[in-house]
């Protein structure tokens, strides 16, 4: 009774998300676990710490290439999952913190990097706040700094994997070259979406072949039949989800526990978060440029709009009520709710076709 009661007070829209989460949460796993929400101040405390240590040797490099003070920001939401893993080491009784606080802190800047690096190659400057002098910075040097904010975090990273094993920047090497040989494969995927919009039928048959139902040749371990029975799986993994595999390795690689539930379940969240946040929101923009993705993949597959839409609110709930089914079994609410509050914070109302 009080989980149906949880359900329906989660579903009224005056609630904030994050209340609309963990009561979600609790509604369909039952779980119901407030000193989760204590924990998460902690992360978030520690995370935001790291990140401004990051930020601050950034800031002190450009002052002394441009002479004057630099204020720098960075957008930093795809560090999650570092929370997420370092709150669930924080509950093991088997974890050291320090140890787990000195690794999350290689993790958050080596994943920063990366994006910054991608966001750099690809001429993306927007997410990088730059103000030199106390004035807003010019193109030139809103380039400059970004540039220089990436190269103060790759000496960083490099620092820091001699802390460590090998095998952690192993772990990371491994996740990268993943990542970026599916990034090779861009400009095929996009001739097939060009010439399917031209209505090519062996175009749409490669699309739902090898991108929607791509098998693995050697799946990831973590991977049971129900995770690759999902579709999309094999070319959102090679997206996004082998950097979080990566990640979570680089924490077995340094000695800190994690187990295989709770990794499945980082990786499904992440991808079905790229999926219901990120697809769906650059949905107009990826028709317009011809890039191809779980979710304009689905309006060329589909009959109709209405199609469509059902078939990308099915495709993200699969991965997001499975990654809660594993963040329950790895007795991690913190990943549940944060998982709930994906679902709730997506807008797939922006979508044609919408319900």
Known sequence: MLRASAGWV?????????????????????????????????????????????????????ETEFGVPVDFGYDTKLILPAKLTLGYLYRRDDCEDDRADRLTRLVVEALVDGDMRDAINDEEYDDFEVAVGGESATDQQRRRAAELAQGTLEERVEELFSEFPEGVREAYERAVEVSERHQEQDPQFRRLMARAEDGDGD????????????????????????????????????????????MVEMYRAADLPVSPAFERSIVLAIIGAQVWLDDVDDYAADMR?????????????????????????DVANGYLDLAKTHATAADSALTGIATEYIYRDGEPELLPGSR
Do not use: C, M, W
């Open 289 to 313: 440029e011809g890039q191809l993705t779980p979710v304009t993949a689905e309006y060329l597959l589909a009959g109709n709009d209405r199609e469509a839409y059902d078939r990308v609110v």
């Open 10 to 62: 989660a579903a009224r829209d005056a609630l904030p998300t994050s209340v609309q989460a963990v009561l979600g949460y609790y509604a369909d796993s039952g779980v119901l676990d407030y000193g989760s929400l204590r924990l998460k101040s902690r992360v978030d405390d520690v995370t935001e710490g790291l990140v401004e240590d990051a930020f601050a040797a950034v800031e002190d490099h450009a």
């Open 203 to 246: 175009a749409l048959k490669a699309i739902r072949v090898e991108y929607r139902d791509a098998d693995f040749p050697d799946p990831p371990e973590a991977f049971g039949e129900t995770e690759r029975g999902l579709p999309y799986i094999r070319t959102q993994y090679d997206r996004v989800g082998v950097i979080y595999e990566g």
